[in-house]
């Protein structure tokens, strides 16, 4: 028996991706509001949108994602204050994620993606803004992952006809991934503290690691750690070479030394477990499991 969903996608194959699009980009508007107001102590619900700079309230019609911005070209038009490119490119960034996780992605993992997509860009800029990860974002998403294991054991790839046991093997295998995520990330925080004699990390990274791991397995919360850690000093380093190069008009004329600065580490740990979610997560799996049947032979040599 054909489903409506598979009647409709036969019939007309671009309704859901766009529709994952648009959802993609409201959702975006609202990861702006969040970012914004949470850190703030703000409610996200009330009030409605307001100007930052005047405060009227802001009509709905202009305050549509992406379209908005390109409407109003980037200018407030209750008093002209300039509206930053931030805001159409986080709608349009999540729009990007929401549509890539749909068209990669089985169904319900494409939909649990998008949980995972909110969570993670929220945590990424909050985070790039404020230095702190807030816990309704690290604790709460360790608390929906167990959830959704249990529920959706496919999300570790588990796949039973005995719904009891699939649920089991799910709740272990998120498990499992936040504490190891959360377990080797407090590790590397100790002995960074020992040898540096200064806080690298914070705790707010490994309660993120630990969100990570539940919606990832221990698979993606490892790679997310190193790809993390690779994806930061990159950024880094390409930073500095970009302000060493381009002169820049600072008064004094000095260039900024990023290397020198507090860099957050969450937006990068959040970059990369997207990555893990939506692209390579299969591609790590079977290099984990190559590297186990490697040290499996090399005991069996023994
Ligand atoms: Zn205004």
């Known amino acids: 028996m054909e489903t409506l969903f598979e009647e409709v996608e036969a019939a007309l194959p671009w309704f859901f991706p766009v529709l994952a699009f648009g959802i993609g980009a409201c959702i975006g508007s609202f990861i702006n509001v969040c970012v914004y107001r949470i850190p703030a102590g703000q409610s996200i619900i009330r009030p409605r949108s307001r100007c930052?700079?005047?405060?009227?309230?802001?009509?709905p019609y202009l305050n549509l994602p992406i379209l908005g911005w390109i409407f109003l070209r980037g200018k407030a038009r209750c008093c002209g204050a300039p509206i930053g490119i931030r805001y159409p490119f986080i709608e349009f960034l999540t729009a990007v994620l929401f549509l890539v996780s749909w068209l990669g992605l089985p169904p319900v993992l494409a939909l649990i993606g998008w949980l995972w997509i909110f969570i993670a860009l929220c945590v990424a800029f909050i985070d790039l803004d404020h230095m702190i990860i807030p816990d309704r974002f690290s604790i709460g998403g360790l608390l929906a992952g167990l959830a959704l294991s249990v529920i959706f054991p496919a999300l570790h790839g588990i796949e039973t006809p005995f719904a009891l046991l699939g649920s089991i093997g799910g709740f272990f295998n998120a498990l499992t991934g936040a504490l190891i995520g959360s377990s080797i990330i407090l590790w590397i925080m100790i002995l960074g503290e020992l040898v540096l004699k200064k806080e690298a990390l914070g705790f707010g990274d490994v309660k993120l690691m630990g969100a990570i791991g539940a919606f990832c397995g221990w698979q993606g919360s490892v790679f997310?750690?190193?790809a993390g850690a690779i994806?930061?000093?990159?950024?880094?380093?390409?930073?500095?070479?970009?302000?060493?190069?381009?002169?820049l008009k600072r008064p004094g004329g000095v260039p900024e030394n990023f290397l020198g600065k507090k860099i957050p580490f969450g937006p990068f740990l959040a970059g990369a477990s997207l990555l893990y979610y939506?692209?390579?997560?299969?591609?790590?799996?079977?290099?984990?499991?190559?590297?186990?049947?490697?040290?499996k032979g090399a005991v069996g040599a023994n």
């Open 231 to 247: 994806l930061g000093t990159v950024s880094l380093v390409f930073l500095q070479i970009v302000f060493a190069v381009i002169p």
């Open 224 to 226: 997310s750690l190193f």
């Open 278 to 295: 939506l692209f390579l997560g299969p591609a790590v799996d079977e290099y984990f499991a190559s590297l186990a049947w490697v040290a």
């Open 52 to 59: 930052r700079v005047c405060g009227q309230p802001i009509p």
